[in-house]
C-alpha cells in the first residue's frame, strides 16, 4: 500500500515534470495566442508535406496561399510575421520554392522594401505637423460626408503623384495621434502622459467606454476611406503603382501617353468611388457613418488649445522646418529625383538634423512601426516565388489568352483583378504583361490589341484587389500597422467594409473596359 502511494506519488511527479518541461515551450511558441491558433498553425505545418506528397505541388500550392491568407485574416491574434513565416520557411525547405528566387522576387521589389524602410520613418518625424494640420481639418469641418469625402479626395491626388504607401503612413500616423490623445483622457491621465499606454482599455473610465467605441468606428470609416483613395489615384498616373511603371516600360508609353490611355476608364471610376464615398456616410451601410462623439470633440479641441498655449519658439521652429521637408518631399516625390526610398532617407536626415534628435534610441522609435511590415512583406514575397514557381496562375493566363479578341480586354481585367485579390500586383501584372507582350512579338496580336490588353492588365491589378487587405499592399500594411488593433481593424472587417468599393469600381472598371476599348 505504501509502496502504491509512492509509485502514485511518483507517477504524479513525473507527470508534473514533464508538464513543467512542456508547457514553456508551448507557451512560448506563438506567445499571447490562443491555443486553438497555435494548435491550426501547427497543423497546417505538418499537414503541407503530407499534402505536397500525396496531391502535388499544384494543390499544395494553393493550399499554402490559403494558409497564408488565414494568417492575414487573424492578424489580431498573432501578428501575419511569425505564422507567415513558418509557412514560407517550411514551403522553401520542402522545395516549393528555391530561396534564390525568393531573393530575386525581393530584389525585383527593392524600391518598395527602401520606401518602407526610410519613408515610413520619415513620416515618424512629421507627426508634430500632420497632427496640427488634421487636428485643425477634423475640428473645423463638422460635417462627416465632407470631411470623408476631402479624406478620400487628398489621399487619391496624393496617391497619384506619391506613393500609395506613403500616403498611408501618413493617415496612420494621423490616427494613432488622435486615438492616443483622446484614449489619455478617458483613461484618466493628462495630455501630456509619457508613459500611458494606449494599447489596453484596462484603464478607460466605464463613462467613456461608449464615446471610444463610437471613436474607434469614426476613425476607421474614415481610414478606409482614405486607403480606398489611395486605389482611385494610384490607378491613374505612371507613378502611382509600382506595376504601372512596369507595363509603362513595357508598352513604351510616358507620363502623358498613360494618363490618356488609363482616362476612360480610371475617371468614371474615380467619381463613382467618390459617390460611393458619399453614399455610404449617408446610409451607414457596411460600418460606415459613424459620427464623432462629441465628447472626444471637446477633448481634440481641448488638446488643439493647450498645444496652441504651451508652443514655445523652439516647437514652432520645429513646425517651421516640417512643413519645409514636406515641401522638398513633394517636390522629391513628384519630379522623381530619386527612388522613393532614398528621397525619405533624405526627410530623415533633414528633419532630424534640423530640429536635434541625435540620439540613437529617439531615432530608433522611428522605425517600429515599419520594420516589422517590411519583415512580413519579404515573407509574402516568398509565397508569391511559390505562385511562380508552382505556375498556379498558369491555366488562368492561358485560358483568358485562349478567348475570342472581342472579349479578352474584359477578361483581362477580370482575371487580373481576382488573382491581385490573393497574390502581389506587381507579380501578377509582370506575367501577364510578359505574355502578352511575347504574343505582340510573335505576330498573334497587333498593337492596338496590345494597347487595351496592356491597360486592361493595369485597371485590373489595381482596381478590383481592394477587395482583401492582401490584393492592396497600402491595405495589408494598415491591416499589420499598430493603428489597426487600436480601431478594431481586423481583416474581415476591412473585406467587410471595402465591399460595396469593391462591387462598384469592378462594376464601373469593367463596364469601361467593354464599351470604351
Given at each position: 500500500?505504501?509502496?502504491?502511494?509512492?509509485?502514485?506519488?511518483?507517477?504524479?511527479?513525473?507527470?508534473?515534470?514533464?508538464?513543467?518541461?512542456?508547457?514553456?515551450?508551448?507557451?512560448?511558441?506563438?506567445?499571447?495566442?490562443?491555443?486553438?491558433?497555435?494548435?491550426?498553425?501547427?497543423?497546417?505545418?505538418?499537414?503541407?508535406?503530407?499534402?505536397?506528397?500525396?496531391?502535388?505541388?499544384?494543390?499544395?500550392?494553393?493550399?499554402?496561399?490559403?494558409?497564408?491568407?488565414?494568417?492575414?485574416?487573424?492578424?489580431?491574434?498573432?501578428?501575419?510575421?511569425?505564422?507567415?513565416?513558418?509557412?514560407?520557411?517550411?514551403?522553401?525547405?520542402?522545395?516549393?520554392?528555391?530561396?534564390?528566387?525568393?531573393?530575386?522576387?525581393?530584389?525585383?521589389?527593392?524600391?518598395?522594401?527602401?520606401?518602407?524602410?526610410?519613408?515610413?520613418?520619415?513620416?515618424?518625424?512629421?507627426?508634430?505637423?500632420?497632427?496640427?494640420?488634421?487636428?485643425?481639418?477634423?475640428?473645423?469641418?463638422?460635417?462627416?460626408?465632407?470631411?470623408?469625402?476631402?479624406?478620400?479626395?487628398?489621399?487619391?491626388?496624393?496617391?497619384?503623384?506619391?506613393?500609395?504607401?506613403?500616403?498611408?503612413?501618413?493617415?496612420?500616423?494621423?490616427?494613432?495621434?488622435?486615438?492616443?490623445?483622446?484614449?489619455?483622457?478617458?483613461?484618466?491621465?493628462?495630455?501630456?502622459?509619457?508613459?500611458?499606454?494606449?494599447?489596453?482599455?484596462?484603464?478607460?473610465?466605464?463613462?467613456?467606454?461608449?464615446?471610444?467605441?463610437?471613436?474607434?468606428?469614426?476613425?476607421?470609416?474614415?481610414?478606409?476611406?482614405?486607403?480606398?483613395?489611395?486605389?482611385?489615384?494610384?490607378?491613374?498616373?505612371?507613378?502611382?503603382?509600382?506595376?504601372?511603371?512596369?507595363?509603362?516600360?513595357?508598352?513604351?508609353?510616358?507620363?502623358?501617353?498613360?494618363?490618356?490611355?488609363?482616362?476612360?476608364?480610371?475617371?468614371?471610376?474615380?467619381?463613382?468611388?467618390?459617390?460611393?464615398?458619399?453614399?455610404?456616410?449617408?446610409?451607414?451601410?457596411?460600418?460606415?457613418?459613424?459620427?464623432?462623439?462629441?465628447?472626444?470633440?471637446?477633448?481634440?479641441?481641448?488638446?488643439?488649445?493647450?498645444?496652441?498655449?504651451?508652443?514655445?519658439?523652439?516647437?514652432?521652429?520645429?513646425?517651421?522646418?516640417?512643413?519645409?521637408?514636406?515641401?522638398?518631399?513633394?517636390?522629391?516625390?513628384?519630379?522623381?529625383?530619386?527612388?522613393?526610398?532614398?528621397?525619405?532617407?533624405?526627410?530623415?536626415?533633414?528633419?532630424?538634423?534640423?530640429?536635434?534628435?541625435?540620439?540613437?534610441?529617439?531615432?530608433?522609435?522611428?522605425?517600429?512601426?515599419?520594420?516589422?511590415?517590411?519583415?512580413?512583406?519579404?515573407?509574402?514575397?516568398?509565397?508569391?516565388?511559390?505562385?511562380?514557381?508552382?505556375?498556379?496562375?498558369?491555366?488562368?493566363?492561358?485560358?483568358?489568352?485562349?478567348?475570342?479578341?472581342?472579349?479578352?480586354?474584359?477578361?483581362?481585367?477580370?482575371?487580373?483583378?481576382?488573382?491581385?485579390?490573393?497574390?502581389?500586383?506587381?507579380?501578377?501584372?509582370?506575367?501577364?504583361?510578359?505574355?502578352?507582350?511575347?504574343a505582340l512579338d510573335n505576330g498573334v496580336i497587333t498593337r492596338a490589341e496590345f494597347d487595351q490588353l496592356a491597360i486592361a492588365i493595369n485597371t485590373g491589378t489595381n482596381l478590383p484587389s481592394v477587395a482583401t487587405p492582401n490584393g492592396q499592399a497600402a491595405?495589408?500594411?494598415?491591416?499589420?500597422?499598430?493603428?489597426?488593433?487600436?480601431?478594431?481593424?481586423?481583416?474581415?472587417?476591412?473585406?467587410?467594409?471595402?465591399?460595396?468599393?469593391t462591387i462598384v469600381l469592378t462594376a464601373v472598371g469593367l463596364t469601361a473596359v467593354i464599351y470604351t476599348l
Amino acid at each position: 500500500m505504501v509502496g502504491a502511494v509512492a509509485l502514485a506519488k511518483d507517477n504524479k511527479g513525473c507527470i508534473n515534470m514533464n508538464q513543467t518541461a512542456v508547457n514553456p515551450y508551448w507557451h512560448n511558441f506563438l506567445g499571447s495566442s490562443p491555443d486553438w491558433y497555435k494548435k491550426t498553425i501547427i497543423a497546417f505545418l505538418i499537414i503541407n508535406p503530407i499534402l505536397l506528397y500525396t496531391v502535388g505541388p499544384f494543390i499544395t500550392g494553393w493550399v499554402l496561399i490559403a494558409q497564408f491568407i488565414f494568417t492575414l485574416a487573424l492578424a489580431l491574434q498573432c501578428y501575419p510575421l511569425q505564422p507567415g513565416g513558418l509557412l514560407a520557411i517550411e514551403a522553401v525547405a520542402i522545395g516549393m520554392a528555391d530561396p534564390y528566387t525568393v531573393f530575386h522576387e525581393a530584389e525585383a521589389n527593392f524600391e518598395v522594401i527602401l520606401l518602407l524602410m526610410f519613408m515610413v520613418a520619415g513620416i515618424y518625424f512629421m507627426k508634430e505637423l500632420l497632427l496640427y494640420i488634421f487636428t485643425k481639418l477634423l475640428l473645423r469641418v463638422r460635417s462627416k460626408k465632407l470631411l470623408s469625402l476631402l479624406f478620400s479626395m487628398v489621399a487619391a491626388v496624393l496617391s497619384a503623384f506619391l506613393d500609395a504607401l506613403t500616403v498611408t503612413a501618413v493617415l496612420i500616423s494621423v490616427g494613432v495621434g488622435f486615438f492616443t490623445v483622446y484614449h489619455k483622457v478617458a483613461s484618466g491621465t493628462a495630455f501630456d502622459d509619457a508613459h500611458h499606454d494606449h494599447t489596453t482599455d484596462d484603464a478607460v473610465k466605464a463613462e467613456n467606454e461608449a464615446d471610444l467605441e463610437g471613436f474607434r468606428a469614426f476613425l476607421r470609416s474614415l481610414l478606409m476611406h482614405g486607403a480606398v483613395g489611395t486605389a482611385l489615384g494610384g490607378v491613374c498616373t505612371l507613378v502611382g503603382e509600382p506595376q504601372n511603371l512596369l507595363i509603362a516600360t513595357v508598352a513604351g508609353w510616358d507620363f502623358q501617353e498613360f494618363f490618356m490611355f488609363m482616362a476612360p476608364i480610371t475617371m468614371p471610376v474615380a467619381v463613382a468611388g467618390f459617390a460611393t464615398c458619399l453614399l455610404l456616410e449617408q446610409t451607414g451601410w457596411f460600418g460606415y457613418g459613424a459620427q464623432l462623439p462629441p465628447k472626444v470633440r471637446t477633448v481634440l479641441e481641448e488638446f488643439q488649445a493647450q498645444e496652441n498655449a504651451k508652443a514655445t519658439p523652439e516647437s514652432n521652429a520645429r513646425l517651421v522646418i516640417q512643413a519645409l521637408v514636406a515641401a522638398v518631399l513633394v517636390v522629391g516625390l513628384a519630379l522623381h529625383l530619386a527612388a522613393v526610398g532614398l528621397i525619405g532617407l533624405m526627410v530623415i536626415v533633414l528633419l532630424t538634423a534640423f530640429n536635434g534628435i541625435v540620439e540613437e534610441h529617439k531615432l530608433g522609435h522611428a522605425f517600429e512601426e515599419a520594420l516589422p511590415f517590411t519583415a512580413l512583406l519579404v515573407v509574402f514575397f516568398a509565397i508569391v516565388a511559390v505562385i511562380h514557381e508552382q505556375h498556379l496562375f498558369t491555366p488562368v493566363i492561358d485560358a483568358v489568352l485562349a478567348m475570342e479578341s472581342s472579349v479578352r480586354p474584359a477578361m483581362f481585367f477580370l482575371a487580373n483583378g481576382v488573382l491581385s485579390m490573393i497574390s502581389d500586383n506587381v507579380f501578377v501584372a509582370t506575367v501577364y504583361i510578359s505574355e502578352v507582350k511575347q504574343a505582340l512579338d510573335n505576330g498573334v496580336i497587333t498593337r492596338a490589341e496590345f494597347d487595351q490588353l496592356a491597360i486592361a492588365i493595369n485597371t485590373g491589378t489595381n482596381l478590383p484587389s481592394v477587395a482583401t487587405p492582401n490584393g492592396q499592399a497600402a491595405f495589408l500594411f494598415l491591416l499589420t500597422s499598430a493603428l489597426a488593433p487600436l480601431i478594431r481593424l481586423s481583416y474581415g472587417r476591412m473585406v467587410i467594409m471595402a465591399v460595396p468599393y469593391t462591387i462598384v469600381l469592378t462594376a464601373v472598371g469593367l463596364t469601361a473596359v467593354i464599351y470604351t476599348l
